[in-house]
C-alpha cells in the first residue's frame, strides 16, 4: 500500500534552518502531486507548497515564500521541504501528501513530523 513517510523534524532557534524529508513507497507517483501541509497546535491545517512529482510546477504559501524550498529526488522517491529563517510561527507538526495532478483530493497522508522553532 502507499506510504508516506516524514523525518527531519526537530526542534531549532529562531532563524536557523532544517530539511524535512517524506520517502514515498507502495506505487509509481507518475501523474501525482505532493505536498507539504502543517497544523500548529488549535490551529487548522495550513497548506505549505507543493510540486508535480514529475519535478515544476512548484508553489509555495505566502508564509513560507522566499525561506522554504520545495525539492525531490526520484531516485530515492523522496521530496524534500528545505526550511530556512525558521520563525517561532513555523512551530507545527509537517505532514507530506500526495494527489492525483487531475483531483482536488489529498488521498494519501505521512503520519507527520514535529518542528519546533524557539525565540
Known amino acids: 500500500q502507499v506510504q508516506l513517510v516524514e523525518s527531519g523534524g526537530g526542534s531549532v532557534q529562531a532563524g536557523g534552518s532544517l530539511r524535512l524529508s517524506c520517502a514515498a513507497s507502495?506505487?509509481?507517483?507518475?501523474?501525482?502531486?505532493m505536498g507539504w501541509f502543517r497544523q500548529a497546535l488549535g490551529k487548522e491545517r495550513e497548506f505549505v507548497g507543493a510540486m508535480d512529482w514529475s519535478g515544476g510546477n512548484t508553489n509555495t504559501a505566502d508564509s513560507v515564500k522566499g525561506r522554504f524550498t520545495i525539492s525531490r529526488d526520484n531516485a530515492k522517491n523522496t521530496m524534500y521541504l528545505q526550511m530556512n529563517s525558521l520563525k517561532p510561527e513555523d512551530t507545527a507538526v509537517y505532514y507530506c501528501?500526495?494527489?492525483?495532478?487531475?483531483?482536488?483530493?489529498?488521498?494519501?497522508w505521512g503520519q507527520g513530523t514535529q518542528v519546533t522553532v524557539s525565540s
Open positions: 507502495g506505487r509509481t507517483f507518475d501523474g501525482y502531486r
Open positions: 501528501a500526495a494527489r492525483l495532478r487531475i483531483s482536488s483530493k489529498w488521498d494519501y
